[in-house]
């Protein structure tokens, strides 16, 4: 069974930045056809961040473009999603995902952006 490690979650103000990150127990991250962040507010669905294939492509959703990034460090096997401008909207439990949807999941991060 596959674990997906996740940390950098946090408090921030409007404006600023936290770097989250996720490591697969077991796996590389190059094994997954693809590996992505969701993220769930209280009383809304989850929706899809950003995802990146095995062979690099990335994807956002469109409230994120400019603002989020999501890389991977091969040395490290983890996958990064790098969020900058953070407003308050941006607030929501992230999650980490691999594999063909539905694939794994993480056990979630909070993420609270005052303003």
């Known amino acids: 069974q596959v674990q997906l490690v996740e940390s950098g979650g946090g408090l921030v103000q409007a404006g600023g930045s936290l770097r989250l990150s996720c490591a697969p127990s077991?796996?590389?991250?190059?094994?997954?056809?693809?590996m992505g962040w969701y993220r769930q507010a209280p009383g809304k669905q989850r929706e899809l961040v950003a995802t990146?294939?095995?062979?690099?492509?990335?994807n956002y959703a469109d409230s994120v473009k400019g603002r989020f990034t999501i890389s991977r460090d091969s040395a490290k096997n983890t996958v990064y999603l790098q969020m900058d401008s953070l407003k308050p909207d941006d607030t929501a439990v992230y999650y980490c995902?691999?594999?063909?949807?539905?694939?794994?999941w993480g056990q979630g991060t909070q993420v609270t952006v005052s303003s």
């Open positions: 077991g796996r590389s991250i190059f094994s997954f056809n693809a």
């Open positions: 995902n691999a594999g063909v949807f539905p694939g794994y």
């Open positions: 990146i294939t095995s062979g690099g492509t990335t």
